[in-house]
Every structure is written in structure tokens, then in C-alpha cells.
């Protein structure tokens, strides 16, 4: 049906602005209902409730004209139909029919629906129905008009009374509810409405009737008996009051359960019932004609849907009453039996109403219940959720609709049955699961034969527990996961090629930078063992292609083994002393590019902080060489301050500039990712990895700080190195005990390695600051010579011929040696860190050696407890 709760919303043209908010009070629901209180499906799928008394007053507010015909349209039928009755059939009584007047519920009905700037139409429409039975035609006696005469106050007097009395509880309901809609959901604020609709008139009318037996005889005492203020009005009308409130929650119940076009037919159908009734009595067929149709109203209430239900009474019974007069006909009984009847009947008819308020609110959670439970099972349907039940008390099954087109089984069955479905190895699983009494929860995947013949994965939810009838049951959830279950096995497949992948490069990249690092270490060791006052242009030249090379690969072994680094060793340092090193380091790199590199140190440099000084200085090089090659400019500065953070911890704040070509502004996002080597800043100087500035950043990081690039307005770059150093202790700066027995030109070297030239030239470095140094050209010739010579300290290649270094570690340590061993790799790239590990390596070091590196990690080991 069109009715105003079932249409579309309006328009924007035709709500007014502000009026959107109360759509959206209408549709959502209200604070109360944030909080679910029945299950999480219930909750989620549950329609969004709407109330229907809100969408009439918004469809009379959105068309006005439209809605406020159709108001008066039913008000002038019910009049007519009405006041005919009263006066061919009824009391027609003057005061008995003004204490409440029939205009009383138009003018509540409109007061709560109307809007404030159209309270004029009920109004109106009050003051027309209010004068029709002053004059209305169908009466058997004097018509009311000549019957007052020209006692024109008596009528205002009791018009006051009548729009009084509908101002009051018209404007209650509204204040009513909006409370409930604040509390409670919109179908149960509806309800709750409609019963309080029923006390609140009563109450009123009550009150009406109080003062209209106070103050009309004595504000009009020549007409007061003629129309019909006696001793009697107060117990006829008081029977009125209690059939009025019916009546207006009659009116209110049909608005918010408007029939569909099936339940208008059939509740038609049944009004027609209501005037047959009222010929079998005019035939002898009845108990009491009241109560008659009282109870056959409960009975049509209980029996046929609740819009239909509705429309049936407020149709048939309104008619029955114009073709007998019945529940207008009032008059003083003095039967006690009659009496007693007459009050049942007032009984019945007022249970019409609240069982039809009780049977709304079972009807509108079971419609709740219902749209749940289906969208619901649509959705598991389509995602392939089955439900299942086993009782294994009486041996039987049940199953859904879902379930049993995955299982490709009967509905329902005994338990046998539905174990076939599932694959040989599984069943006894499950039937060890069905057999337990008390289960909180198992998840089972289990393979299954389809209907169809295809193998299918399923995940089983089950739980077990004992039911109210004493029976043992286990109840779940079956999810076809065949297909998650192939993506998971594609996608596992897929991801041990790529590790397979990814370690074949780890071993390719580790054999290229062996055999490339090997060479280049050889020369570095060469070359740093020629005087340096003979070297020449080419040998300088050597020197730094030699340098960077040894550089590009370190940066590639921090880059794709940064977990391979050196562990963060925070030590006592000062500042300035670290920082005139850097400068003085990269000298003849500035001199060599015709840069001037100055250093510039604030108060606080001299001071003792802790840091970790190898990062610290890494980080440090690498940005003032990137901007020594790079920056094209004339000058690069190092400068050095102190600063606190609001919590007073100390930052040491490194600061390299340059007055160069600067960085692109395209290119700032990407300077500090591997690899980018931006366009502007490079343009000139193609050299490089473009892992330095990632590499450094990577370092900060590690350490709790922070690098930053600012660019500077002059030309040129700036990139600012923020570490948390605080100041070192006295404690910090002791000198620990060395748990060295022997001092380092005392201590017996044990060498293995398989490259003449390298073991040549790094035994040559090693006798200087050692007691001897014993060569081995592979892992079984280490062994040997471990048996002949007892060495203090064993250095072992990784890749030789015969046994590699962590394998001939491994047997050394096997044989109880506890003495240092440290590995040696060219490798920048690959797994020789971990190989070396496993084996019993005390650490690892790279080529070439580092000599003063080497007594730093001798050191670090012995202090941490290994003897000599």
C-alpha cells in the first residue's frame, strides 16, 4: 500500500532542510539501541528500525495538502457516521456527547502529527467537526441548536473544555515520545505511545468531566438539566471516557500497522462480519450485544494478522454501532447483572487494544528474527558455511541446506551415514570428537568426496555439550576452504621458489664478491705496505679505484645483510677528537676535487659523551664524502653541536653542509631509499652505489636517532645527524682489566688460508704485531697444525679446498680448543656470517684485515670471558 510509512523518503525539494534530521531519526537506530542485547547476529542483521508514527508526521510535513485531505477526508466519514448513530440511535444527549465531544480526537490526533506551523489545520478541522452535530440532520428528536438557543456562552464554555482537554494530551504524546525514542527502539517507542495514549486521555476526560459537572450549572443554570447535566451524566460519560480511549488507541495502532494490499482485503473481508452480528441479535441471538462484540473482537485480534485484526475493528465496529446504536444507547442500568455485563464489556473491548499491541511487538520481533535468520543463511550459503548436529545418544544427524550440497548427503540420518562423506583417515577423528561429552571448541580440517566426485577441503567448528533432554550432542559449523586451501599451497609453492631463488643469488652474489673482494684486498694490502712518501700519481690513483671499490662493497653487504652488522657498543669518546678525524681522513679527497672541508666545533665537543663511535663515524664519512664527490661546490663544513630535548636528555647534533648544486625538490622524498641516486645532485658525478645515505640512515636509526635533510637557501644541501648521547661517567671512562695472560706480541697466530698471495701478505702484517704467525693453505692442513703448534688464536678463511673454515672450526672446537677463532670472508654478500656462527666463530671479520680492527675484536672477545 501507498500508506505514508511505506513510501519512498521525499525528495530535497520537498523536505525542508532541517527536517533531514529527523529522517535520520526516524531510519537509525537510537542511543539505547547502541548496545546489542541479543546475539551478534541478531544485532548486525536485524532490520534498521524505523518508527512509523515518525514517518507520518514527515510525510505530513513533506505534503501537507496531500496528507491533511486524506486527515479530513476520515474525520468527516467517522463524524457523519458518528453523530447519525448518536442521534437515530444513541443518547443524544447534549452534555453527554460534549463531555468528550467526537471532535476531541481529530484535534489530539492532529495536535501530536501536525507540525507547529500547521497546528491551524487541526484546529479547523476541530472547530467544523465541533459545530456538525449542532446541526446535523439525522436526529428523532430537537436538534441541538434549538435546543440551546441563543445560550451562546454555554457552547464556547464547552468548547474551551473540548480543545483544552485535546491541547493537553496532544501535546503530552509528543513529549512522550520523543523520551521514548530517546530510550527505546522505534517499533517499542510506537507501542509504548499507543498505551500511553490510552491512560492519558482517560486521565484528562476525567478531569473534563470534574469541571464541566462544577461549572456549567453554575454558569448556566436555565440549561443546565435541559441539556443534560444531571445526576446521571457523570456514570454515563464515565463509560464513554474508557470506550474514547480505545477508540484514539485504536486510531494510533492502525497508523503503525498499516496493511499490505492482502491484509486490507482480508481485514475488509471480516469487518462485514461485525453488522452481521448485529442482525443475529436483532433476531434473539445474544448474550449481551456489548460484550458480544467484544468478545468476537478478541477473537479476530488473536486470529488473523495485526494489520488486518486492526482494520476489522475500527471498520466493523463502527458500523455495527450506526445500524444499532449499541455503545452509544448509554443510559443508567439498575440491574446488577446488566451492570455487570456492561462493565465486561468495557472490559473486552479495552483488551482488544492491548492485545493488539502484544500481538504488534511478537509480531514485529518475530519479522525481526526472521529478516535476520535470512540474510543470515544467505550469507553463509553464498560463503559456503554448512550447520550441522549430531546427537550421539540416539545415533542421528542433521544437517542444512549448505551442508548437505557440500557433503553431497540426505538432510538428515543416522551418524554412519554421515561419516561416509568424509575421507577414510578422518573418520576416526571425528568420531572421537563426536564421542565427547563436553567440548568448549575444536577446529578440524578434514578432506571430503564432493557429490559431484571432487575431493574437497573443509574446516570443521565443533563443540560438544549435553542437551536439556539428557541426549549428547555435538553441533557446528562446516566451511569449504578447498579453494583458500589450494591459494595457500600455490602460494606456499610460489614462496619457497622465491627463497630458493633468493638463496641461489645469496650464494652467487657471495661467490662474485669473493672472487672480486680477494683481489682488490690483495691490492689494498700492497699498497698500504709501500712507503707512502715514494708512491706515485698512479699508485695515489690505485689507492682511492681501490678504496671505493672496497666501499661499493661494503655498502652492498650492509644493504642486503643489514642484520650481519656490527651489534650496537656504545664506549666513551670525545666529540671534537672524533670529528677532526673525519676531517683530517677525507683531506686528500677534498684537496683532490679542489673542495675546502673545514670543521667547526661547539662548546660541549670537548666533553666525554657515549656513543657507538663506529657507526657514529661511518655515518659521518659517508655523508661528508657523498658531499666532497658530489656537491660540485667549494665548500663542505662538519659542524658540532650540543642540545636537550625537553626531558633534558643530551643530542649530539651533526651537521655537514655544502654550498653546491643542492637536491632536486623531485628528488627529496627518494634521497634515503637504496639505490636512488637523484638527478640534479648527481648530474655531474655518476659514481657511486646510492646506498650511502640509506646505509646511514639505517645506522641513526638503530641508534634511537635521527638524519634529516634541510635544504639550504643559498644553494646547496644540508643534512643534520641527531644522536642521544649523553654525557659519560667517570664509571664509563675507567679502563677495565684486560683478561688477556698474554700480551698481543706474545700471543701465537694460527692462519688458514688458501690464497698464496693474500696468506703472504696478511701473515707479513701479522708478524708485526704478533709472536708468530703459523700458515695453512686449507681446512685439513689447519687441523694439522693445530695438533703441532697449540695456537693462542686461529683466523681460518671460509672457502678452501677440502674442509671449509667453519667446518674446520667446528672440528677444533669439537676437540676442545676455547681460544679465539675468528673467521675471515671477502664475501660483502651472502651466509658466510651465519656459517661461521654455527660452527663456533667468535666473530667474523672481512677482508682485508684490519690490523687495528683485529686487536679491537681480540679485545671484545677476551673481555667477555674466553682465556688464553
Same mark, same amino acid.
Given at each position: 500500500?501507498?500508506?505514508?510509512?511505506?513510501?519512498?523518503a521525499?525528495?530535497?525539494?520537498?523536505?525542508p532542510?532541517?527536517?533531514?534530521?529527523?529522517?535520520?531519526?526516524?531510519?537509525?537506530?537510537?542511543r539505547a539501541?547502541?548496545?546489542?542485547?541479543?546475539?551478534?547476529?541478531?544485532?548486525?542483521?536485524?532490520?534498521?528500525?524505523?518508527?512509523?508514527?515518525?514517518?507520518?508526521?514527515?510525510?505530513i510535513?513533506?505534503?501537507?495538502?496531500?496528507?491533511?485531505?486524506?486527515?479530513?477526508?476520515?474525520?468527516?466519514? @467517522?463524524?457523519?457516521?458518528?453523530?447519525?448513530?448518536?442521534?437515530?440511535?444513541?443518547?443524544?444527549?447534549?452534555?453527554?456527547?460534549?463531555?468528550?465531544?467526537?471532535?476531541?480526537?481529530?484535534?489530539?490526533?492532529?495536535?501530536?502529527?501536525y507540525?507547529?506551523?500547521?497546528?491551524?489545520?487541526?484546529?479547523?478541522t476541530?472547530?467544523?467537526?465541533?459545530?456538525?452535530?449542532?446541526?446535523?440532520?439525522?436526529?428523532?428528536?430537537q436538534?441541538?441548536y434549538?435546543?440551546?438557543?441563543?445560550?451562546?456562552?454555554?457552547v464556547?464554555?464547552?468548547?474551551?473544555?473540548?480543545i483544552?482537554?485535546?491541547?493537553?494530551?496532544?501535546m503530552?504524546m509528543?513529549?512522550?515520545?520523543?523520551?521514548c525514542?530517546?530510550?527505546?527502539?522505534?517499533?517499542?517507542?510506537?507501542l @509504548?505511545?499507543?498505551?500511553?495514549?490510552?491512560?492519558?486521555?482517560v486521565t484528562?476526560?476525567?478531569?473534563q468531566l470534574y469541571?464541566?459537572?462544577?461549572?456549567v450549572?453554575?454558569?448556566?443554570?436555565?440549561?443546565?438539566?435541559?441539556?443534560?447535566?444531571d445526576?446521571?451524566?457523570?456514570?454515563?460519560?464515565?463509560?464513554?471516557?474508557?470506550?474514547g480511549?480505545?477508540?484514539?488507541?485504536g486510531?494510533?495502532?492502525?497508523?503503525?500497522?498499516?496493511?499490505d494490499?492482502?491484509?486490507?482485503?482480508l481485514?475488509?473481508a471480516?469487518?462485514?462480519f461485525?453488522?452481521?452480528?448485529?442482525?443475529?441479535?436483532s433476531?434473539?441471538?445474544?448474550?449481551y450485544?456489548?460484550l458480544?462484540?467484544?468478545?468476537?473482537?478478541?477473537?479476530?485480534?488473536?486470529?488473523?494478522?495485526?494489520p488486518?485484526?486492526?482494520?476489522?475493528?475500527?471498520?466493523?465496529i463502527?458500523?455495527?454501532s450506526?445500524?444499532?446504536g449499541?455503545?452509544?444507547?448509554?443510559?443508567v442500568q439498575?440491574d446488577?447483572?446488566t451492570?455487570?455485563?456492561?462493565?465486561?464489556?468495557?472490559?473486552?473491548i479495552?483488551?482488544?487494544?492491548?492485545v493488539?499491541?502484544?500481538?504488534?511487538?511478537?509480531?514485529?520481533?518475530?519479522r525481526?528474527?526472521?529478516?535476520?535468520m535470512?540474510r543470515l543463511n544467505?550469507v553463509?550459503?553464498?560463503?559456503?558455511?554448512?550447520?550441522?548436529?549430531i546427537?550421539t545418544?540416539?545415533g542421528? !544427524?542433521?544437517?542444512?541446506?549448505?551442508?548437505?550440497?557440500?557433503?553431497?548427503?540426505?538432510?538428515?540420518g543416522?551418524?554412519?551415514?554421515?561419516?561416509?562423506?568424509?575421507?577414510?583417515d578422518?573418520?576416526?577423528?571425528?568420531?572421537?570428537v563426536?564421542?565427547?561429552?563436553?567440548?568448549?571448541? %575444536?577446529?578440524?580440517t578434514?578432506?571430503?568426496?564432493?557429490?559431484?566426485?571432487?575431493?574437497?577441503?573443509?574446516?570443521? #567448528?565443533?563443540w560438544?555439550?549435553?542437551?536439556?533432554?539428557?541426549?549428547?550432542?555435538?553441533y557446528?559449523?562446516?566451511?569449504?576452504?578447498?579453494e583458500?586451501?589450494?591459494?595457500?599451497?600455490?602460494?606456499?609453492?610460489?614462496?619457497?621458489?622465491?627463497?630458493?631463488?633468493?638463496?641461489k643469488?645469496?650464494q652467487?652474489?657471495?661467490?662474485v664478491s669473493?672472487?672480486?673482494?680477494?683481489?682488490?684486498?690483495?691490492?689494498?694490502?700492497?699498497?698500504?705496505?709501500?712507503?707512502?712518501d715514494?708512491?706515485?700519481?698512479?699508485?695515489?690513483?690505485?689507492?682511492?679505484?681501490t678504496d671505493?671499490l672496497?666501499?661499493?662493497?661494503?655498502?652492498?653487504?650492509?644493504?642486503?645483510?643489514?642484520?650481519k652488522?656490527?651489534?650496537?657498543?656504545?664506549e666513551?669518546f670525545?666529540?671534537?677528537?672524533?670529528?677532526?678525524?673525519?676531517?683530517?681522513?677525507?683531506q686528500?679527497t677534498?684537496?683532490?676535487?679542489?673542495?675546502?672541508?673545514?670543521?667547526?666545533?661547539?662548546?660541549?665537543?670537548?666533553v666525554?659523551?657515549m656513543?657507538?663511535?663506529?657507526?657514529c663515524r661511518?655515518?659521518?664519512?659517508?655523508l661528508?664524502?657523498?658531499?666532497?664527490?658530489h656537491?660540485?661546490?667549494?665548500?663542505?663544513s662538519l659542524?658540532?653541536?650540543?642540545?636537550?630535548?625537553?626531558d633534558?636528555?643530551a643530542?649530539?647534533? @651533526?651537521?655537514?653542509t655544502d654550498?653546491g648544486?643542492?637536491?632536486?625538490?623531485?628528488?627529496?622524498?627518494a634521497?634515503f631509499?637504496?639505490?636512488?641516486?637523484?638527478?640534479a !645532485?648527481h648530474?655531474?658525478?655518476?659514481?657511486g652505489?646510492? #646506498?650511502?645515505?640509506?646505509?646511514?640512515?639505517?645506522?641513526?636509526?638503530?641508534?634511537?636517532?635521527?638524519?634529516?635533510?634541510?635544504?639550504?637557501?643559498?644553494g646547496?644541501?644540508?643534512?643534520?645527524?641527531?644522536l642521544?648521547?649523553?654525557?659519560?661517567?667517570?664509571c664509563?671512562?675507567?679502563?677495565h682489566?684486560?683478561?688477556?695472560?698474554?700480551?698481543?706480541?706474545?700471543l701465537?697466530?694460527?692462519?688458514?688460508?688458501?690464497?698464496?698471495?693474500?696468506?703472504?701478505?696478511?701473515s707479513?702484517?701479522?708478524r708485526?704485531?704478533?709472536?708468530?704467525?703459523?700458515?695453512?693453505?686449507?681446512?685439513?692442513?689447519?687441523l694439522?697444525?693445530?695438533?703441532?703448534?697449540?695456537p %693462542?688464536?686461529?683466523?681460518?678463511?671460509?672457502?678452501m679446498?677440502?674442509?671449509?673454515?667453519?667446518?674446520?672450526?667446528?672440528?677444533?672446537r669439537?676437540?676442545?680448543?676455547?681460544?679465539?677463532?675468528?673467521?675471515?670472508?671477502?664475501?660483502?654478500v651472502?651466509?658466510?656470517?651465519?656459517?661461521?656462527?654455527?660452527?663456533?666463530?667468535?666473530?667474523?671479520?672481512?677482508k682485508?684485515?684490519?690490523m687495528?680492527?683485529?686487536h679491537t675484536?681480540?679485545?671484545?672477545?677476551?673481555?667477555?670471558?674466553?682465556?688464553?
Amino acid at each position: 500500500m501507498n500508506g505514508p510509512h511505506n513510501r519512498k523518503a521525499a525528495p530535497d525539494a520537498a523536505l525542508p532542510h532541517w527536517s533531514w534530521s529527523l529522517v535520520g531519526t526516524a531510519m537509525q537506530p537510537q542511543r539505547a539501541i547502541d548496545q546489542p542485547t541479543e546475539p551478534g547476529e541478531a544485532f548486525v542483521f536485524r532490520d534498521f528500525e524505523r518508527s512509523k508514527v515518525r514517518a507520518i508526521r514527515l510525510a505530513i510535513e513533506a505534503y501537507p495538502l496531500r496528507y491533511s485531505i486524506v486527515f479530513l477526508a476520515m474525520v468527516l466519514f @467517522w463524524t457523519a457516521l458518528m453523530s447519525a448513530a448518536s442521534g437515530l440511535h444513541g443518547n443524544n444527549s447534549i452534555a453527554l456527547n460534549l463531555t468528550p465531544h467526537i471532535a476531541l480526537y481529530c484535534a489530539i490526533l492532529g495536535i501530536f502529527f501536525y507540525p507547529f506551523r500547521l497546528l491551524w489545520v487541526p484546529f479547523a478541522t476541530f472547530v467544523g467537526v465541533f459545530a456538525y452535530p449542532f446541526f446535523q440532520p439525522f436526529v428523532t428528536e430537537q436538534p441541538w441548536y434549538q435546543t440551546i438557543g441563543f445560550e451562546l456562552h454555554l457552547v464556547w464554555h464547552l468548547f474551551a473544555l473540548n480543545i483544552a482537554a485535546a491541547g493537553i494530551i496532544g501535546m503530552t504524546m509528543r513529549v512522550f515520545f520523543a523520551y521514548c525514542e530517546q530510550h527505546v527502539r522505534p517499533h517499542l517507542a510506537d507501542l @509504548w505511545l499507543c498505551l500511553f495514549s490510552y491512560s492519558v486521555f482517560v486521565t484528562i476526560c476525567l478531569l473534563q468531566l470534574y469541571l464541566s459537572i462544577q461549572t456549567v450549572p453554575t454558569f448556566a443554570p436555565n440549561l443546565a438539566l435541559r441539556v443534560g447535566f444531571d445526576d446521571d451524566l457523570a456514570i454515563l460519560t464515565f463509560n464513554r471516557i474508557f470506550r474514547g480511549g480505545v477508540v484514539l488507541t485504536g486510531f494510533l495502532l492502525a497508523a503503525i500497522e498499516f496493511p499490505d494490499r492482502r491484509e486490507l482485503r482480508l481485514g475488509l473481508a471480516c469487518a462485514t462480519f461485525f453488522p452481521t452480528i448485529g442482525l443475529l441479535q436483532s433476531f434473539g441471538f445474544s448474550m449481551y450485544p456489548m460484550l458480544d462484540i467484544a468478545l468476537f473482537a478478541i477473537v479476530l485480534v488473536i486470529l488473523l494478522p495485526v494489520p488486518s485484526g486492526i482494520l476489522a475493528c475500527i471498520v466493523g465496529i463502527p458500523f455495527y454501532s450506526a445500524m444499532t446504536g449499541q455503545f452509544l444507547n448509554d443510559a443508567v442500568q439498575t440491574d446488577p447483572a446488566t451492570i455487570l455485563l456492561e462493565r465486561y464489556s468495557i472490559i473486552g473491548i479495552t483488551l482488544v487494544v492491548f492485545v493488539l499491541a502484544f500481538r504488534s511487538r511478537s509480531r514485529h520481533l518475530l519479522r525481526s528474527q526472521d529478516s535476520s535468520m535470512r540474510r543470515l543463511n544467505r550469507v553463509r550459503d553464498f560463503a559456503g558455511v554448512g550447520l550441522f548436529s549430531i546427537n550421539t545418544s540416539a545415533g542421528r !544427524y542433521r544437517v542444512d541446506s549448505t551442508a548437505s550440497r557440500i557433503l553431497g548427503c540426505d538432510l538428515g540420518g543416522v551418524i554412519g551415514e554421515f561419516l561416509q562423506c568424509f575421507d577414510v583417515d578422518a573418520r576416526d577423528e571425528l568420531t572421537s570428537v563426536f564421542a565427547r561429552r563436553r567440548s568448549s571448541g %575444536d577446529m578440524l580440517t578434514i578432506g571430503v568426496q564432493g557429490p559431484k566426485g571432487n575431493h574437497a577441503i573443509l574446516q570443521l #567448528l565443533v563443540w560438544s555439550e549435553m542437551a536439556d533432554s539428557g541426549d549428547d550432542v555435538t553441533y557446528g559449523l562446516m566451511l569449504d576452504v578447498t579453494e583458500n586451501s589450494r591459494r595457500k599451497e600455490a602460494l606456499q609453492s610460489a614462496l619457497d621458489q622465491l627463497s630458493l631463488r633468493e638463496e641461489k643469488q645469496r650464494q652467487l652474489f657471495s661467490i662474485v664478491s669473493h672472487e672480486v673482494r680477494t683481489p682488490a684486498s690483495i691490492i689494498s694490502m700492497l699498497i698500504d705496505d709501500l712507503p707512502a712518501d715514494t708512491m706515485s700519481t698512479t699508485q695515489v690513483q690505485l689507492r682511492e679505484a681501490t678504496d671505493q671499490l672496497m666501499s661499493v662493497l661494503g655498502d652492498m653487504r650492509q644493504a642486503v645483510n643489514p642484520d650481519k652488522n656490527l651489534p650496537i657498543r656504545k664506549e666513551a669518546f670525545v666529540p671534537i677528537q672524533m670529528g677532526q678525524s673525519v676531517v683530517a681522513s677525507l683531506q686528500k679527497t677534498a684537496s683532490g676535487v679542489g673542495i675546502t672541508l673545514v670543521g667547526t666545533f661547539g662548546s660541549g665537543a670537548d666533553v666525554h659523551r657515549m656513543g657507538d663511535t663506529v657507526r657514529c663515524r661511518q655515518v659521518l664519512t659517508n655523508l661528508v664524502r657523498n658531499a666532497l664527490i658530489h656537491s660540485g661546490g667549494q665548500t663542505v663544513s662538519l659542524d658540532y653541536r650540543i642540545q636537550h630535548d625537553r626531558d633534558g636528555v643530551a643530542w649530539s647534533v @651533526w651537521t655537514i653542509t655544502d654550498d653546491g648544486d643542492g637536491i632536486a625538490p623531485e628528488d627529496e622524498a627518494a634521497i634515503f631509499e637504496p639505490f636512488e641516486r637523484g638527478k640534479a !645532485y648527481h648530474r655531474k658525478k655518476k659514481d657511486g652505489s646510492g #646506498l650511502g645515505l640509506f646505509i646511514a640512515r639505517s645506522a641513526v636509526t638503530v641508534l634511537g636517532g635521527t638524519l634529516v635533510y634541510e635544504r639550504v637557501e643559498t644553494g646547496g644541501a644540508r643534512f643534520i645527524v641527531s644522536l642521544p648521547e649523553p654525557e659519560a661517567t667517570s664509571c664509563d671512562m675507567e679502563t677495565h682489566p684486560s683478561t688477556v695472560s698474554k700480551a698481543p706480541h706474545d700471543l701465537a697466530i694460527l692462519m688458514a688460508e688458501d690464497n698464496a698471495i693474500v696468506a703472504e701478505v696478511m701473515s707479513s702484517r701479522l708478524r708485526r704485531d704478533f709472536a708468530s704467525v703459523t700458515l695453512a693453505p686449507d681446512g685439513d692442513a689447519l687441523l694439522s697444525e693445530f695438533e703441532k703448534s697449540r695456537p %693462542d688464536v686461529v683466523l681460518t678463511d671460509l672457502f678452501m679446498p677440502g674442509l671449509d673454515g667453519d667446518e674446520a672450526t667446528a672440528e677444533l672446537r669439537r676437540r676442545g680448543f676455547q681460544g679465539p677463532i675468528i673467521g675471515l670472508t671477502a664475501a660483502a654478500v651472502g651466509e658466510d656470517w651465519e656459517r661461521f656462527t654455527r660452527a663456533g666463530s667468535n666473530a667474523v671479520m672481512f677482508k682485508p684485515l684490519d690490523m687495528r680492527q683485529l686487536h679491537t675484536v681480540l679485545n671484545q672477545i677476551l673481555q667477555s670471558g674466553t682465556k688464553i
